[in-house]
């Protein structure tokens, strides 16, 4: 058994210095002690769970492992401890590690041990306490706050809020009446064209009109559709009536498609039903209120019934709820320079003066 000469300290063989007072480990120290042993009658040997020197392994010196920037750095004894539970654990299922090496350990080795420990833990806090005060004296950056992304806004808006109303209005909001619709949703859709410029009203109008109103019940989509393609083939060639006649089949076999319910409007737009026409797309919007169509179309019905400052604000409520503004805005410019119907012209220039504003 080797002991330090100094402390008088029991050490491992394979030791190089004693823990506990520094004293360097001669290799004629080590000899003797092997010697000493090896004319001992013990002959067999346990690895400590604790050591009073740096574990080490059993077999060969270990090497010692180092941190460019805190230098050498030693395994932790209770590291080591863990280290060993778990692999007595997995390799010895039902029997503790501490069970079958506490024959081989003295008492005067635990106490080294825990000598060892306390030190260890000492030094480990002093070193510890000692970054932190000189990163404190370093002055340590203070946080900075992360910038979040803005929230997602359900439907593409022209301006914010708070420079809606800066400008004054081109449209006179003192001549829409009514919308023509279902008495659920005709005061809301009302509103909507009265608030044409406040996109933020315009928002909770439409959720409610979503919330309040019931949507029809699904029926045979792919008979509809069918129908539907036909009737697109008559009105490719101006044949209005029989367009909206075969969309109206559509319907009966597909009440709740939406495209149909507004191909079937601008059917009888185009053939200058206009009354049939605003009662449709009154349905319409009140089943998709942000449909952009759909107000495209009832403005036009408006403008061809002599109110162009309805027919102003339903192609301005129609271009805020745009998936895509660039092609509204070009549509509507396109429509102000080349539209050959007067009234539909004068009330496009006014919705893009509105819009400007």
Known sequence: MLQCSSCNSTLRPTARICIKCGHAVTDEERKQALQEDAASSATTSISPLYTSDPIQSTESEAPVQTDSNQGPVFSSPVGEIISQTGTAQNTRAGTSPVSVASNSITAQQKKIAAIGISAILVVGFAVGLSSIMSKKEG????????????????????VDASSEQKGSSVIDLKNIRPVMAPSQTSGLLTD??????????????????????????RGDRKTARALNDQALLAFRQENYQQAA??????LKSDPSDIEVLNNYAFALLKGGRYADAERVLGFVLSIAPGRTSGWANLADVYANTSRPDAASAAFV???RFATNQDKALAFLRDRAESESNENIRRAVINALAQLSQ
């Open 139 to 158: 002055a340590l950056p203070s946080a900075q706050p992360v910038a979040l992304p803005a929230p997602a806004v359900p439907v593409p808006l022209v």
């Open 192 to 217: 909507m064209l009265l608030n044409n410029s406040n996109s933020v009203k315009l928002l909770e109008l439409k959720a409610k009109i979503e919330e309040i109103y019931p949507k029809p019940d």
């Open 245 to 250: 006649n075969i969309f109206a089949e559509a």
């Open 317 to 319: 409520v129609g271009f």
